[in-house]
């Protein structure tokens, strides 16, 4: 566990001084993608990139609350044209990063030594499925380069989003990716405050077969790998549906978007049919430094509504409620890290 996570444990809902905490920080360089998810908006929405400069001076930023790594993430990060720089400027600064891909980049890619950990969007095992959910044919594509991390040493995990689909196969393709030697496997819910696409969702006869059966199943087959409890998603009756939320990620992380606006985290922040909401926004990178963002007015406004009067993102995520065990949450972090 890390110095964030431990303070934030000891220190619930208190402001960190910077310059003994650290934050962690998502940065969405760009919001262009290769791929066309169902159950994905960015796509869709209007192509930003946040400049390699911009993104430079917010790593420098970030290190100043003694923050030890960072998460690359888009859209599809590896499509920013100055990628390579960002990766090795990441690099200079000693800072950790991890990429979240749909493994659509080239093997040739001079930016992929310095990279520390890749974190690959691979829902099935099924070419044909992949194609109905991704909208591109790439799954061989997105194995043939997690291959390659995985032999060059790479710490590899990999993202199923739990579609209808994805959990009637899930089983073989977890089998698939185990037996290519990723490090874990990680299950996240279905956004359903987002546009899902029709035929995506599972039933509740499907989910609750995957808690039941399923996903015990796994865990005893692949014990570290699957982890036991490490799956993004509850049943509806201990969701957040009350006026307080237990979820400390606001106070202990940002997620720079494409624009440069800064959220309490990347749900909140995440693209919907409205678009972003403003409501939350705690600044924009643009404009002033992430030190005085976190340190704002309008940040603790923000943070202080968010615990009262929770958004949708927050009321349909399974991520919160999780805070409510305490014990098990900090003993299994690093899958709420972000």
């Not at 089983?171 to 030697?181: A, F, I, S, Y």
């Not at 065990?325 to 972090?333: A, G, L, R």
Request: contains cysteine.
């Amino acid at each position: 566990m890390d110095k964030v996570w431990e303070l934030a444990k000891k220190n619930r809902y208190r402001l960190f001084d910077i310059r003994k905490s650290g934050i962690s920080a998502l940065i969405k360089i760009t919001s262009s993608c290769r791929s066309r998810c169902r159950y994905c908006l960015s796509w869709q929405t209007t192509q930003d990139i946040l400049s390699s400069d911009l993104v430079v001076s917010a790593l420098k930023d970030i290190r100043k609350f003694a923050a030890h790594q960072i998460t690359l993430s888009g859209g599809e990060p590896t499509t920013h044209p100055d990628f390579s720089r960002i990766v090795e400027e990441c690099a200079k600064a000693e800072i950790h990063v991890t990429v979240i891909t749909d493994g659509q980049y080239s093997h040739e890619s001079s930016w992929i030594s310095a990279v520390d950990e890749f974190t690959f969007s691979i829902d099935t095992h099924s070419p044909d499925i992949y194609k109905l959910i991704r909208g591109i044919d790439g799954l061989s594509k997105a194995l043939d380069n997690l291959s390659r991390a995985v032999k060059a040493g790479v710490t590899v995990s990999v993202n199923i989003v739990l579609s209808n689909q994805a959990i009637r196969g899930i089983e073989n393709t977890v089998d698939l990716l185990v037996n290519k030697g990723v490090n874990r496997i990680h299950f996240l819910e279905l956004e359903t405050h987002l546009a899902v696409g029709d035929g995506l969702l599972p039933s509740n006869d499907d989910l609750s077969k995957f808690r039941g059966n399923i996903l015990p199943a796994l865990e005893s087959k692949y014990s570290g790998i699957i982890l036991a409890g490490k799956v993004l998603t509850l049943p509806e009756n201990i969701r957040c549906n009350s006026n307080s939320i237990p979820c400390l990620i606001p106070w202990m992380h940002v997620t720079i978007r494409p624009n440069g606006n800064i959220y309490p985290c990347c749900r909140i922040g995440d693209d919907t049919p409205k678009g972003n909401n403003e409501t939350f926004c705690l600044g924009n990178v643009k404009e002033n430094s992430i030190s005085d963002i976190w340190q704002s007015r309008n940040r603790k406004h923000v943070q202080t509504t968010i615990a009262t009067s929770p958004p949708l993102p927050c009321r349909k995520c399974g991520i919160g409620p999780l805070f409510q065990n305490e014990e098990e949450v900090w003993n299994q972090i690093e899958t709420i890290r972000m």
